[in-house]
């Protein structure tokens, strides 16, 4: 049961956000529409966003048995009032449904995490409705994951036994990042790799239960690369690194990270970081800088084993989602 945990949908349209300059869809065709963010050009999209069936097609080619749907960031809607964003939650984890009907295709759902007892409602509603899980950003304006807010909504997913999918969003922008899609290229790698750190030194994980089930999309950005430099300043300058109980190193059992690297030397470092029992296939599908075929660079990795393989492919996915 092959099972890729990072993909994302969009809905073949929506109604009406409600404030000037929110995401639109532009359909063009039956097989292509636009994202627009305020009237401007977003992102291309194709009917493989909307259509179970080439889902499905597309997942059946690339030998892929389940799909984690999630939301796609740009519609987190963190930055409006609290009752907008329930409303934009509740629109878009009910179309989700309408996309993810049957067992193969896994719908996590989107919460007003800016309003952490408004997030905790949404997930309760989400999850009688049929919702799996949650994706959440790394961050909700300036506030990071260790927000006593947020933290709070963390132990409830870890309560209920909801599996969290992280991902990265709202990346700074400037003349130095607006091209070449440096936001993405560097930007999204940074925030995933500033939302672990947040985790550890600012003591969430010695906040939350150790029943909390999270992973972080992109492989957790470059924190694997870093982590020696997180070890050194947290030995060498405790005083000013974190509040953690322990160092970096020790609470990597407490989280694991998706497969989206794409270069075999990076996937070793993954695993030989965070061990073969916490690295689990990701593609970003359907999006093009996702992995095509999805689970290519786990299937040909040279350096796995069969069993490391089977558990990067789906046994690390059925732990994360509890089946």
């Known amino acids: 049961?092959?099972?890729?945990?990072?993909?994302?949908?969009?809905?073949?349209?929506?109604?009406?956000?409600?404030?000037?300059?929110?995401?639109?869809?532009?359909?063009?065709?039956?097989?292509?529409?636009?994202?627009?963010?305020?009237?401007?050009?977003?992102?291309?999209?194709r009917h493989e966003c909307w259509d179970p069936r080439a889902r499905l097609e597309s997942m059946d080619a690339d030998g892929v048995d389940r799909q984690v749907v999630s939301p796609t960031p740009v519609f987190?809607?963190?930055?409006?009032p609290p009752a907008e964003g329930v409303r934009i939650a509740r629109v878009f984890?009910?179309?989700?449904?309408?996309?993810?009907?049957?067992?193969?295709?896994?719908?996590?759902?989107?919460?007003?995490?800016?309003?952490?007892?408004l997030a905790c409602e949404e997930l309760?509603?989400?999850?009688?409705?049929?919702?799996?899980?949650?994706?959440?950003?790394?961050?909700?304006?300036?506030?990071?994951?260790?927000?006593d807010g947020i933290v709070r909504f963390l132990a409830h997913c870890a309560d209920r036994g909801v599996p969290v999918f992280v991902h990265p969003w709202d990346?700074?922008?400037?003349?130095?990042?607006?091209?070449?899609?440096?936001?993405?290229?560097?930007?999204?790698?940074?925030?995933?790799?500033?939302?672990?750190?947040?985790m550890i030194l600012g003591g969430v994980f010695d906040r939350v239960p150790d029943t909390l089930r999270i992973c972080f999309a992109h492989g957790g950005g470059s924190f694997a690369f870093w982590l020696g430099r997180l070890e050194n300043a947290w030995h060498r300058r405790k005083d000013v690194v974190g509040v953690s109980e322990k160092p970096p190193s020790a609470y990597l059992g407490r989280f694991g990270v998706d497969s989206v690297v794409f270069d075999e030397r990076a996937l070793r470092l993954l695993v030989d970081t965070f061990g073969e029992d916490h690295v689990m296939l990701g593609s970003?599908?359907?999006y093009p800088l996702g992995e095509s075929p999805a689970g290519e660079l786990v299937r040909t990795?040279?350096?796995?084993?069969?069993?490391?393989?089977a558990?990067?492919?789906?046994?690390?996915?059925?732990?994360f989602l509890g089946c």
């Open 76 to 80: 987190f809607g963190y930055d409006r």
């Open 301 to 309: 990795a040279g350096f796995l084993t069969d069993g490391a393989r």
């Open 93 to 117: 984890n009910d179309l989700a449904l309408e996309i993810c009907d049957g067992d193969r295709l896994i719908p996590f759902c989107q919460v007003p995490l800016q309003d952490p007892d």
């Open 1 to 45: 049961m092959v099972t890729d945990v990072h993909t994302h949908y969009v809905p073949r349209g929506w109604p009406d956000l409600g404030w000037p300059g929110a995401p639109s869809l532009r359909v063009e065709s039956e097989r292509e529409a636009v994202i627009l963010v305020g009237g401007a050009e977003f992102r291309r999209i």
């Open 171 to 198: 990346m700074p922008s400037g003349p130095r990042l607006d091209r070449w899609m440096a936001r993405w290229l560097v930007g999204m790698p940074a925030e995933t790799h500033l939302s672990i750190l947040a």
């Open 311 to 319: 558990k990067l492919m789906r046994r690390n996915a059925e732990v």
């Open 124 to 147: 309760d509603r989400c999850l009688a409705n049929g919702h799996r899980g949650v994706e959440i950003g790394n961050h909700a304006g300036d506030r990071d994951l260790d927000d």
């Open 284 to 286: 970003d599908y359907p």
